[in-house]
């Protein structure tokens, strides 16, 4: 299978991610929660689908935010076919520390294979 992201692999709808916000959390880490809805709907989807919420409270430059962004989305690409047919919300729960774009962009990386990986379980 070609890694890729297209439109169908996203979350869009703010009922979406609310569903899955208020669903049952898969695992955490230092800096993210990773959240699915209790139920999955009844035309739900046919392959993984990512959704992120990165707050400027937690993330107070636009810099790191869209790195965090860009990181979260290239590792669940490459791994969008290993994962279970559900939604995956991504949620910074704690503030970044200040740091280097390298650094932040290693630990991010780290993290979220990690989560995925007990995720997928």
């Known amino acids: 299978m070609r890694a ?7 979350l869009h709808r703010p009922s979406e991610f609310a569903a899955a916000l208020k669903g049952r959390r898969l695992a955490r880490g230092a800096l993210f ?17 990512l959704g992120m919420v990165i707050g400027k409270r937690m993330a107070p430059l636009a810099v790191s ?43 991010v990386r780290h993290e979220v294979d990690a989560l995925l990986d007990r995720s997928s379980r």
């Open 4 to 10: 890729s992201f297209p439109p169908e692999a996203r």
């Open 33 to 49: 929660v990773v959240s699915t809805p209790r139920q999955a709907p009844a035309e739900g989807p046919s392959h993984a689908r």
């Open 65 to 107: 935010r869209n790195t965090i962004k860009r990181v979260i989305r290239e590792a669940f690409r490459q791994r969008r076919y290993e994962l279970p047919a559900r939604d995956f919300v991504f949620r910074l729960h704690s503030r970044i520390a200040p740091c280097s774009l390298r650094e932040l962009k290693a630990q």
